[in-house]
């Protein structure tokens, strides 16, 4: 399977607990974004990365998260002391845009599912 | 902050009938996505649509794009069961990150 993949697909923690995520995206793509859904909405962007630097987080990304991507291929979330309102879908994607960034489809991968107690 | 704009939210319509999802956004972008969102699953790239008066058609579903208008419509011809899922648009303003709609759920029914 050549897709983007996550893990875990679930993650179930207390209140205060640190959890990590990570995503593998297709082996080509330069980008790598993370973004989160509630129940019911659209994605959010959370921040990307273009090769292992961090290009643009979004206000969402508060400083309980962080994010890595330090050899430009794999990358990590991290949510220190979690929040009830962290209980979200967390979805990453990636893309390689061409045509001078006007096309940048990007692929989703199956998002890690938290849930905070 | 660009806003993005999907009506109905919520569409119900029996097999065999044909319905039109608009997607407004906020900003002259002329990068729109479609994707697909089966419940408790990821996003499924649908069209892709670059430039003014782009048409992108898939089977029962076309997709269009008038930049002029900041609109984007997925029509949906003679709707059947399997088409039943949460249809999202995202625009790309500067390359970078999508803003999502908030999705329109449909539901086909027999």
């Known amino acids: 399977d050549t897709g983007v993949s996550q893990n875990p697909r679930h993650k179930i923690t207390k209140r205060g607990q640190n959890v990590t995520f990570r995503c593998d995206p297709i082996?080509?793509?330069?980008?790598l974004y993370w973004y989160r859904q509630t129940l019911g909405q659209g994605p959010e962007f959370l921040t990307y990365?273009?090769?292992?630097?961090?290009?643009?987080k979004s206000r969402l990304l508060s400083d309980r998260f962080s994010a890595e991507r330090p050899k430009g291929s794999f990358s990590t979330l991290e949510i220190q002391r979690t929040e009830q309102g962290d209980s979200a879908m967390y979805l990453c994607a990636s893309s390689f845009p061409s045509g001078g960034a006007a096309y940048n489809e990007q692929f989703f991968g199956p998002g890690t599912r938290l849930t905070v107690l | 902050e660009l806003k993005v704009e999907q009506n109905p939210l919520f569409l119900s319509m029996q097999e065999g009938k044909n319905y039109t999802i608009y997607c407004n956004y906020s900003t002259t972008s002329d990068r729109l996505y479609w994707y697909r969102q089966d419940p408790g699953k990821s996003l499924e790239s649908l069209f892709v649509l670059l430039s003014n008066g782009a048409v992108k058609q898939e089977g029962r579903l076309m997709a269009s794009l008038d930049t002029k208008a900041r609109l984007s419509t997925l029509h949906i011809t003679a709707a059947v069961h399997d088409l039943s899922a949460t249809y999202f648009c995202a625009v790309d303003d500067t390359g970078n990150q999508f803003y999502f709609g908030t999705g329109t759920s449909l539901t086909v029914i027999p």
């Open positions: 082996s080509e793509h330069n980008r």
């Open positions: 990365f273009q090769n292992e630097a961090q290009l643009e």
